[in-house]
């Protein structure tokens, strides 16, 4: 009997150890209208494909359920919709339910418990709230649908889940709400909005919250310009409303030094770039690590993957290199061990596995994985 338990207890531990070693990553392919689905095997530090599962074509944006057992996806071709799967034991997606959203949706994201879906649209000029259901499938009346100014993009709760945070890309604004966690509905702060605006056409596009706040007690939000080519460092106030309190070049200097910078914004936030005789700065994703020892960028047009270094008195940024990545890239994630990046590029047919050195917070790339076309999004589960 006693070696009957301490075997099943052996296997038990022997499944949790695998657990932590592994991780599923899932990336979407606007072109080829699919996901792609891998194992990440930390243990022999590699990425095994799973399958590539069809999903629609400008499948794009991704979030992943709090109990990590639902896939969302954002398909920006009519109609426009947002595409539930579920994710097996193995990894692998089956497809449960499609709802209908208001717009075509550049972001979506789930509030601090879960039960909401945030959405926004860079061409609607909007964003949408919806309930999920019990079964995980998003409720298809919104809770509420708010019209922002041009060109929502990202949008977020904060890590208390009490305040909630859009960028207008189009004009260089930081709308700033209130959020009831109970009803899922938002109301504007006061004021409603702080402008961006480091030079003409700055461009607010994505942003992520510091997992912790700093040795000040300060809760740092990092807001990333698309066109002006700068990491805004925020700090959220009392009452739920942001103050900038200084600005870090997005991108090594060396490179930067001869793009063009806040002129002529993108027609679509995609790939419909006005020409230029200058190579233009074109920001896309940011992310820290979840230690919030360091933080990472990408610019498109240079194709460069930046790396920065998270001060923990204050939260300031300073550069540690740029390198060259996956061509156009767009969207990358970091694992919860803080050990790994994966990044996508929408011009490449593969995405990047690196090792994030711990000390320095360089990146080494480990191995390039073939995948569908035009990835822009990924998003790790375990």
Do not use: C
Not at 158 to 164: A, E, H, I, R
Not at 196 to 203: D, F, K, R, S
Not at 308 to 325: A, E, Q, R, Y
């Amino acid at each position: 009997m006693k070696k009957t338990v301490i075997a099943a207890g052996m296997m038990v531990f022997a499944a949790a150890a695998m657990a932590k070693d592994t991780a599923f990553v899932y990336v979407s392919n606007g072109d080829s209208g699919t996901v792609t689905a891998y194992t990440l095997d930390k243990a022999k530090h590699q990425l095994k494909p799973i399958g590539e599962y069809p999903t629609g074509l400008k499948s794009m944006p991704m979030v992943v359920s709090k109990d990590k057992k639902t896939l969302y996806i954002s398909v920006r071709s009519q109609p426009y919709h947002v595409a539930g799967w579920h994710i097996q034991p193995d990894g692998s997606l089956t497809h449960f339910a499609d709802t209908s959203l208001p717009e075509a949706m550049a972001y979506i994201a789930l509030d601090k418990t879960g039960r909401f879906l945030l959405s926004s649209s860079y061409g609607g000029d909007l964003f949408s709230i919806n309930r999920l259901a019990a079964d995980g499938k998003v409720e298809s009346a919104p809770v509420q649908v708010v019209h922002t100014g041009k060109r929502a993009h990202s949008i977020q709760t904060d890590p208390s889940n009490q305040y909630l945070f859009v960028p207008l890309l189009g004009a260089d604004q930081l709308l700033q709400y209130r959020f009831d966690s109970a009803t899922g509905k938002v109301t504007p702060n006061t004021p409603a909005f702080i402008n961006i605006q480091h030079e003409a056409a700055t461009g607010p596009r994505h942003f992520a919250f510091a997992p912790a706040v700093d040795a000040k007690g300060e809760q740092n939000m990092y807001l990333l310009t698309e066109m002006a080519g700068n990491i805004s460092r925020l700090t959220l106030n009392q009452d739920g409303t942001m103050t900038e309190r200084d600005v870090t070049p997005s991108l090594d200097p060396a490179i930067a030094r001869n793009m063009q910078r806040g002129e002529a914004r993108p027609l679509t936030g995609d790939d419909d770039l006005p020409k230029s005789e200058k190579p233009r700065l074109w920001q896309a994703d940011i992310h820290l690590t979840p230690n919030g020892r360091f933080l990472y960028s990408t610019e498109r047009t240079s194709s460069s993957l930046t790396a920065f270094n998270v001060s923990p008195t204050d939260g300031k940024l300073t550069l540690i290199n740029s390198i060259k990545t996956e061509t156009q890239p767009r969207g990358f994630a970091i694992d919860n061990s803080g050990h790994y990046l994966i990044e996508s590029g929408q011009k490449s047919s593969q995405i990047s596995l690196y090792a994030i050195d711990q000390q320095s917070g360089k990146l080494n790339l480990i191995e390039r994985v073939p995948t569908g076309k035009g990835a822009n999004w990924v998003t790790i589960v375990e």
